[in-house]
């Protein structure tokens, strides 16, 4: 019930994210019931508090939304697996969202003033137009300022989600190998949920915790009837 519990958070955030730019669904997975109880009882035998630890994992579907033209030429999408690499105060990012343009500063900034990171550090430009390629590059002034940053993991469902359109490596393991990775300028990648799919999981996870509501009623109704046949010995 907690796993069906934790299942529904999950379902209820991506159906809210169905419209947001960059947005991966997220899944929540738990162990079979059988299996929780084998590591229980195996901590008990072998005298091992066990760990408190939540029996559902929440990870993300890394398949890519779809392509949504805006005809900004400061509007890119990634056409492949990688992820922008961003940086903030509170360390390193990676994010979907293409949504680009130049702060105060003249860094070139995503979502809420987050600085998207250059092959080789933060890009600045300056007041003048800029433009983004297919490749990455980013030119001014018929020059070129620097090349946008992409990244790619080998298992991207690993990822955790912060909010805000952004991810934490968390255990995710960055590829050694470079993956191609183009730009679709003029574009943005939607959100990767369904509204249709996410609609039938949660029917069937309300009628897999009704079920099990009616299994905890029986067994909570037969100890009632154990204690009072008890009682009229």
Same mark, same amino acid.
């Given at each position: 019930?907690?796993? #069906? ?6 379902? +209820?955030? %991506? ?12 899944? +929540? ?52 697996? &990688? ?6 105060? *509170?360390?390193?990012?990676?994010? *979907?969202?293409?949504?680009? !343009? ?18 080789? &550090? ?53 590829? #050694?190998?470079?993956?191609? %990775?183009?730009?679709?300028? &003029? ?19 309300? !009628? ?5 509501? *009616?299994?905890?009623? &029986?067994? #909570? #109704?037969?100890?009632? *009837? ?8």
């Amino acid at each position: 019930m907690q796993a #069906d519990q934790a299942r529904m958070d999950a379902i +209820s955030h %991506n159906t809210a994210n169905v419209l947001t730019p960059g947005f991966k669904r997220q899944i +929540s997975t738990s162990s079979a019931f059988s299996v929780q109880v084998a590591q229980g009882l195996d901590s008990v035998s072998a005298s091992i508090t066990p760990a408190q630890e939540s029996p559902t994992q929440l990870s993300i579907d890394p398949t890519a939304g779809a392509m949504r033209p805006t005809g900004s030429p400061h509007d890119v999408a990634i056409e492949g697996p &990688g992820f922008f690499e961003v940086q903030t105060a *509170k360390g390193t990012f990676y994010t *979907k969202l293409g949504s680009i !343009r130049a702060d105060l500063q003249g860094r070139l900034v995503v979502a809420d003033d987050v600085p998207l990171m250059g092959v080789g &550090g933060e890009l600045r430009v300056t007041n003048n137009p800029f433009t983004i390629a297919s490749n990455g590059e980013v030119k001014q002034d018929e020059r070129v300022v620097g090349r946008l940053k992409i990244v790619n993991f080998t298992n991207p469902q690993a990822l955790v989600p912060s909010g805000g359109g952004l991810y934490l490596a968390g255990k995710a393991q960055l590829a #050694d190998t470079r993956t191609d %990775n183009t730009l679709r300028v &003029g574009f943005l990648e939607g959100s990767n949920v369904s509204s249709p799919q996410e609609m039938v999981r949660l029917s069937e996870t309300v !009628r897999h915790f009704e079920s099990l509501q *009616k299994v905890v009623q &029986g067994y #909570d #109704d037969t100890l009632e *009837k154990t204690i009072r046949k008890l009682g009229d010995f």
